[in-house]
């Protein structure tokens, strides 16, 4: 199909996206022209708001309109563990668990050589600073994908924050409730029974 100029710059922009493909911008693009124009006024002006307010905590790293973040400011989280996780997704999902009141610490992105990704890149450096400036951090958990990426940034961050003498655990990682072992990989039963805990 032929688009018309300024549909077709639509379309293009939006498979800019992550996992935006072209049917989707499609159907995005489609949805927006059918909406009055205040609702792409208003998207346009989140997006330029958004762009605009939003930047790093200057503590944790993670993506706030305010400084200190509000998690950062929260006085009954407990600010002895560092949970140290990828992007600000992984933040949500451990939050959204209900089970994990310290503080946190993003890194934004994991170590990746074949996409240019060094630690230089990453908020690794702000994460040691964090700690080597308050001498009550008792315990550091990781909580990063068993990705080679994630593999790597473990085991990277463990070996600079060994000698600083604070306690270094990541979180496990196995079979999901309600999963049969015969379909399990075996990366997957090799980290659960790694991760096993007494009864």
Same mark, same amino acid.
């Given at each position: 199909? #032929?688009?018309? &100029?300024?549909?077709?710059?639509? #379309?293009?922009?939006?498979? %800019?996206?992550?996992?935006?493909?072209?049917?989707?911008?499609?159907?995005?693009?489609?949805?927006?022209?059918?909406?009055?124009?205040?609702?792409? %006024?208003?998207?346009?002006?989140?997006?330029? !708001?958004?762009?605009?307010?939003?930047?790093?905590?200057?503590? *944790?790293?993670?993506?706030?309109?305010?400084?200190? *973040?509000?998690? *950062?400011?929260?006085?009954?989280? !407990?600010?002895?563990?560092? *949970?140290?996780?990828?992007?600000?997704?992984?933040?949500?999902? @451990?939050? /959204?668990?209900?089970?994990?009141?310290?503080?946190?610490?993003?890194?934004?992105?994991? @170590?990746?050589?074949?996409?240019?990704?060094?630690? !230089?890149?990453?908020? @690794?450096?702000?994460?040691?600073?964090? #700690?080597?400036?308050? /001498?009550?951090? &008792?315990?550091?958990?990781?909580? #990063? /994908?068993?990705?080679?990426?994630?593999?790597?940034?473990?085991? $990277? @961050?463990?070996?600079?924050?060994?000698?600083?003498?604070? %306690?270094?655990?990541?979180?496990?990682?196995?079979?999901?409730?309600?999963? !049969?072992?015969? $379909?399990?990989?075996?990366?997957?039963?090799? %980290?659960?029974?790694?991760?096993?805990?007494?009864?």
């Amino acid at each position: 199909m #032929i688009y018309t &100029k300024p549909l077709a710059r639509l #379309i293009e922009e939006l498979q %800019k996206l992550p996992g935006v493909g072209h049917k989707s911008a499609q159907r995005l693009a489609l949805h927006i022209l059918k909406q009055p124009a205040s609702f792409a %006024k208003e998207l346009a002006d989140s997006l330029i !708001d958004a762009k605009e307010k939003v930047k790093f905590c200057s503590v *944790c790293s993670n993506l706030t309109s305010i400084d200190p *973040c509000e998690l *950062c400011q929260d006085t009954k989280r !407990d600010n002895v563990t560092i *949970c140290v996780v990828a992007d600000p997704r992984d933040l949500i999902a @451990i939050e /959204n668990t209900k089970g994990y009141r310290g503080v946190y610490h993003v890194l934004q992105g994991l @170590i990746s050589p074949m996409d240019g990704i060094g630690p !230089d890149k990453l908020r @690794i450096k702000e994460l040691l600073d964090r #700690i080597g400036k308050d /001498n009550n951090i &008792k315990e550091i958990i990781l909580a #990063i /994908n068993p990705t080679v990426e994630g593999e790597a940034t473990t085991l $990277y @961050i463990s070996r600079l924050i060994k000698p600083l003498g604070v %306690k270094i655990t990541r979180i496990a990682f196995g079979l999901p409730m309600g999963s !049969d072992l015969e $379909y399990a990989d075996s990366m997957t039963l090799s %980290k659960a029974l790694e991760g096993r805990t007494e009864i």
